[in-house]
């Protein structure tokens, strides 16, 4: 009985480690997710104020459907 609580304990230290582990991965994706939306909210706007504005309304229109 000891032996099986022992592998239990050990088994549960394990998953402790690796939820831990898991924990600080998804935090830097995260990070790393906010970073690349901030950077595609700067291109966006770049883009924005490169094209002349007809070019701009057009890009946001929507095609006719026939």
Do not use: C, G, T
């Amino acid at each position: 009985m000891e032996s099986r609580l022992a592998e239990i304990e050990i088994k549960l230290s394990f998953n402790e480690d690796l939820l831990d582990d898991l924990n600080r991965i998804v935090a830097r994706q995260q990070q790393s997710l906010s970073a690349l939306e901030s950077q595609v909210r700067e291109l966006r706007i770049q883009l924005q104020r490169s094209m002349p504005s007809e070019q701009s309304q057009q890009v946001h229109e929507i095609p006719p459907h026939y």
